[in-house]
């Protein structure tokens, strides 16, 4: 059964506002029926997107069921516990190991161990290379990045694989091939290494994991009883345990030693420094030789996406530095090596045609080059970058906000446009912002609608004073911010209801104004009728029996006169 990727979204929690798209450095996300999800082939599990979330709908897939299951299996199940544990927890490491152990692993590994092989191994390949570009292996979201997305220095990886897949190597070496390891450290992406080197690694869970767990298994970290066994296995870390640290790598790597002293060494960490370090270099033309430790989470591994601490990176620094030992010679080979080749796999990028590109930007309204606004509403930096994922299907119009506020604004001008009553907004300086045609047929002589309609803002900006005679309620309105409701407003021989009410505190006001003149006398109309109706009767009573049933046939024609006169009224409201 296929995996599910270590990160996707709970498409009922998301709220759509494009920020995963926006944060997301790959692109690897797909706007689909108002919800985001992750494109699983051109994601490279960074997680940042777990992190920016708004809404938590961006979740990292939960392996605690899949390690719980490993223990059914009888064998033993070791923990590579990544170096950045003493950053984040506030316990002696016998109380961690006493956690871990009662939460069912056999023993508790550090990853360190297998970061001290990669560096043995690495200032061994640069001590025997001429020349050249070297990019660390050590961070799964950078090997990702480059094979899919800088494919041209795939070929600079170093050949060696993650220290917490040499770690696995080593454990199984040292402690029995027949165990099973479970990493468990601040990152994502080694859910993906576990993945793919099942043999090696059974599983990776999260710090925030390991959290949830202990959690549910209600256990006391701080008070927990630890005994002589809680040791670090085979052996304690050394160095190693600097690697979660930007620049750390490179500090183990000269302890181990560069013979001549002629390698160069740069840490970069996030995969925007990535990008600017990449920049404008050729890694075939490199005269000298440059090792490059490159980090996905700025910073290092200390700002893993799943390494939840209220703790100051300082601190979380200063820790890791104060729990490493250092070893006075650093053996010169490494105990073991597992070997890996970065191979380059671009992900496509389509070319669309001008008539393509051109098509999509209609399809958002865009028809000039002064429509394309670039503010990045939709998730994506440009409008042609959205036009591409539109066209290529990651995208939906909908995304576009200048667009969907253009057809908001149609709609409700259609809807203005349409209403039976008269509609008028109106700003702070009493000007006219928006009229619709009923308010221009009911309050403007014959000479004003042809002074307005030559206008090409119509009445937008015309003062209100010199359109209507109840503009005083407007400054009221605008003043006091409280609604105005005046029935039966007399101008003329016509009655008007009119309702104002706040749109914006003190700034802006709208009407609704209905012509009643017609529906009053419809009013006036059924009283008389009522009252015709008591009259009769009241001589139907004074008749008494013989005139009864004639008049009782007048008392019904008269109600329906009376219901004709309330249809009417009624088809009248709807004009
Ligand atoms: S960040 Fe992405 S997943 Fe989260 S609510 Fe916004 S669009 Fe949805
Ligand atoms: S995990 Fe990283 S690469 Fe994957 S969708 Fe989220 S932000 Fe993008
Ligand atoms: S105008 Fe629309 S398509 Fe262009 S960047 Fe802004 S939201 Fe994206």
């Avoid at 719980?68 to 199940?77: E, I, P």
């Avoid at 061994?124 to 094979?147: H, Q, T």
């Avoid at 995969?271 to 270099?281: A, E, G, H, T």
């Amino acid at each position: 059964m296929e995996k599910q990727n270590p990160v996707y979204t709970l498409k009922n929690e998301c709220n759509d506002c494009y920020k995963c798209i926006r944060e997301c450095h790959v692109k690897s996300i797909r706007m689909q029926g108002g919800s985001a999800s992750v494109i699983n082939e051109k994601c490279i599990a960074c997680g940042h997107c777990v992190t920016i979330c708004p809404a938590g709908a961006k979740r990292v897939r939960n392996d605690i069921d899949v390690v719980k299951t490993l223990f059914l299996t009888g064998k033993r199940v070791f923990v590579s516990l990544a170096p950045s544990w003493a950053g984040v927890y506030n316990i002696t490491k016998e109380k961690m190991i006493a956690v871990l152990k009662n939460l069912g692993f056999a023993g508790v590994s550090e990853t360190a161990l297998g970061a001290q092989e990669v560096s043995i191994q690495t200032a061994k390949m640069l001590n025997s290379a001429e020349k050249g570009l070297f990019i660390s292996s050590a961070c799964p979201v950078v090997d990702d990045y480059i094979r899919l997305y800088k494919p041209d220095f795939a070929k600079c990886i170093t050949p060696i694989a993650s220290p917490a897949l040499t770690h696995c190597k080593l454990m199984k070496k040292m402690l029995g091939e027949d165990i099973k390891v479970v990493f468990i450290g601040p990152c994502i992406a080694k859910k993906n290494e576990a993945d793919a080197h099942p043999d090696l690694m059974s599983a990776a869970l999260t710090f925030d994991e390991l959290n949830y767990w202990i959690k549910e298994e209600f256990i006391d970290i701080k008070n927990i009883p630890f005994n002589g066994n809680c040791k670090f296995e085979p052996e304690n870390s050394y160095e190693g345990a600097l690697y979660p640290l930007e620049g750390g790598m490179n500090e183990t790597i000269k302890q181990v030693g560069i013979d001549k002293d002629d390698v160069t060494f740069i840490a970069v960490s996030s995969l925007d420094s990535i990008d600017k370090s990449l920049q404008n270099i050729n890694p075939d033309k490199i005269e000298n030789k440059i090792f490059v430790e490159a980090l996905g989470c700025s910073g290092g591994c200390i700002n893993g996406p799943c390494l939840s601490s209220e703790k100051s990176r300082i601190l979380i620094t200063s820790d890791i530095y104060a729990n490493t030992q250092y070893r006075e010679n650093v053996p010169k080979e490494p105990r073991v090596v597992v070997e890996k080749e970065y191979l380059p796999m671009p992900v496509e990028k389509i070319e669309y045609s001008i008539e393509q590109i051109t098509k999509a930007l209609r399809k958002i309204s865009k028809h000039s080059e002064e429509d394309e606004l670039n503010c990045s509403g939709c998730g994506y930096a440009s409008c042609r970058e959205f036009v591409n994922a539109l066209i290529s299907g990651d995208a939906e119009p909908a995304q576009c906000v200048s667009y969907m506020r253009k057809i908001a604004v149609r709609k409700a001008a259609a809807m203005l446009r349409c209403m039976p009553s008269a509609v008028v907004i109106v700003d702070s300086n009493m000007e006219i912002v928006e009229a619709n045609d009923s308010f221009e047929h009911m309050f403007l002589s014959e000479e004003m609608y042809e002074i307005f309609a030559s206008r090409q803002d119509g009445l937008t900006g015309a003062s209100i004073d010199r359109i209507v005679p109840f503009s005083e309620l407007f400054k009221s309105a605008l003043e006091t911010g409280k609604d105005i409701h005046q029935e039966h407003y007399a101008i003329d021989d016509k009655l008007y209801d009119i309702s104002i009410f706040t749109i914006e505190d003190n700034e802006l006001v709208g009407a609704v104004i209905s012509d009643v003149t017609k529906s009053e006398m419809d009013r006036s109309k059924i009283a008389q009728k009522a009252r015709e109706v008591i009259t009769k009767n009241i001589a139907t009573v004074q008749e008494i029996a013989s005139l009864l049933g004639e008049h009782m046939v007048e008392t019904e024609l008269l109600l329906n006169s009376i219901a004709e006169g309330y249809e009417g009224a009624n088809k009248g409201d709807m004009k």
